[in-house]
């Protein structure tokens, strides 16, 4: 079971986070390990069948007491920094109950995919919380007691990988860091902890996957040990961190953004941001950083 408002088979994708705002066209991004990675980044990880939306009001809702429940509440399209479930833990076991009880259950997947895969799928999602999770505590150096993972991390997958407009990605990504009172985007601390999760997903946590999960009849062949230093060198903890400072630097020409000035910082195809949004994307500005 899950929500009301969720996507059924033959759903036709609507423009719900920025419903008023034109669509802005970013870069196809590539590098060389993109094949290695692709059959767990894009064949095997069915996040890419759920609507954006879909995602964050699934998240927004679910806990474990109505992990199996049907909710009635209005699908939200206006999110804000200060929404409380953004600051919410979510421990591995509710990640877990989040993708069997509200994901796996969506008519889009449920309906078309293999038992089989939906095991290889769950495995994706395993490794790909643990390793950000075990990161996170470096990067933060951090006790094993201490709960890292809110939902506002989580929400980096929807981010990265979820089926939407280009807009309404650079929308969202505005009103969950903006400043509320002001209306504008700026530092933060919290915009330094989702930029890290963003990169650790796209590289670290992704290459770390791939090593873990392999099943010869699904085509996921053991990597090498060349082939995985190859995707090992720009991915460590150190490049992603020097990563959010580059960020930080290059994009806050000003220190602080309306909507039409941050989404402005989107538009230029080449010099533009939309890296920031694009797994493919990260894992080239860590390869050109690295060189």
């Given at each position: 079971?899950?929500?009301?408002?969720?996507?059924?088979?033959?759903?036709?994708?609507?423009?719900?986070?920025?419903?008023?705002?034109?669509?802005?066209?970013?870069?196809?991004?590539?590098?060389?390990?993109?094949?290695?990675l692709?059959?767990?980044?894009?064949?095997?990880?069915?996040f890419?069948?759920?609507?954006?939306?879909?995602?964050?009001n699934?998240?927004?809702?679910f806990?474990l007491?109505?992990?199996?429940?049907?909710t009635?509440?209005?699908?939200?399209s206006?999110?804000?920094?200060?929404d409380d479930?953004?600051?919410?833990?979510?421990?591995?076991?509710?990640?877990?109950?989040?993708?069997?009880?509200?994901?796996?259950?969506?008519?889009?997947?449920?309906n078309?995919?293999?038992k089989?895969?939906i095991?290889?799928?769950?495995?994706?999602?395993n490794?790909?919380?643990?390793?950000?999770?075990?990161?996170l505590?470096?990067h933060y150096?951090?006790?094993?007691?201490?709960?890292?993972?809110?939902?506002r991390n989580?929400?980096?997958?929807?981010?990265?990988?979820c089926?939407c407009?280009?807009?309404?990605?650079?929308?969202?990504?505005f009103?969950?860091?903006?400043?509320?009172?002001?209306?504008e985007?700026?530092?933060?601390?919290?915009?330094?902890?989702?930029?890290?999760?963003?990169?650790?997903?796209?590289?670290?946590?992704?290459?770390?996957?791939?090593?873990?999960?392999?099943?010869?009849?699904?085509?996921?062949?053991?990597?090498?040990?060349?082939?995985?230093?190859?995707?090992?060198?720009?991915?460590?903890?150190?490049?992603?961190?020097?990563?959010?400072?580059?960020?930080?630097?290059?994009?806050?020409?000003?220190?602080?953004?309306?909507?039409?000035?941050?989404?402005?910082?989107?538009?230029?195809?080449?010099?533009?941001?939309?890296?920031?949004l694009?797994?493919?994307?990260?894992?080239?500005?860590?390869?050109?950083i690295?060189?």
């Amino acid at each position: 079971m899950g929500c009301n408002f969720c996507r059924k088979q033959g759903y036709q994708r609507i423009n719900y986070l920025a419903p008023e705002e034109k669509e802005i066209v970013l870069k196809d991004y590539s590098s060389p390990n993109d094949e290695l990675l692709n059959i767990l980044e894009s064949t095997y990880n069915y996040f890419t069948q759920v609507q954006l939306v879909d995602f964050i009001n699934l998240l927004e809702q679910f806990s474990l007491e109505t992990s199996g429940v049907i909710t009635d509440e209005p699908m939200h399209s206006n999110f804000s920094s200060k929404d409380d479930f953004l600051f919410k833990i979510l421990s591995f076991e509710e990640f877990q109950s989040f993708i069997e009880n509200k994901i796996l259950i969506l008519e889009d997947i449920s309906n078309s995919i293999k038992k089989d895969d939906i095991i290889i799928f769950k495995q994706f999602c395993n490794q790909m919380y643990q390793s950000l999770e075990t990161k996170l505590r470096e990067h933060y150096n951090s006790e094993n007691s201490v709960k890292l993972i809110k939902k506002r991390n989580i929400l980096a997958f929807g981010i990265l990988f979820c089926d939407c407009e280009n807009i309404e990605k650079i929308k969202l990504f505005f009103d969950i860091f903006k400043d509320d009172e002001k209306n504008e985007f700026c530092k933060s601390d919290e915009l330094n902890d989702f930029l890290i999760t963003l990169f650790l997903i796209s590289s670290f946590c992704l290459i770390t996957s791939r090593n873990n999960i392999v099943n010869e009849q699904k085509g996921i062949k053991k990597l090498t040990e060349a082939e995985l230093l190859n995707l090992s060198e720009t991915s460590d903890l150190q490049n992603c961190e020097y990563l959010v400072e580059r960020f930080n630097y290059t994009f806050f020409t000003k220190e602080r953004y309306n909507w039409d000035e941050f989404k402005k910082q989107f538009v230029d195809i080449d010099y533009g941001f939309g890296w920031v949004l694009s797994s493919k994307g990260i894992r080239r500005k860590l390869e050109l950083i690295k060189t």
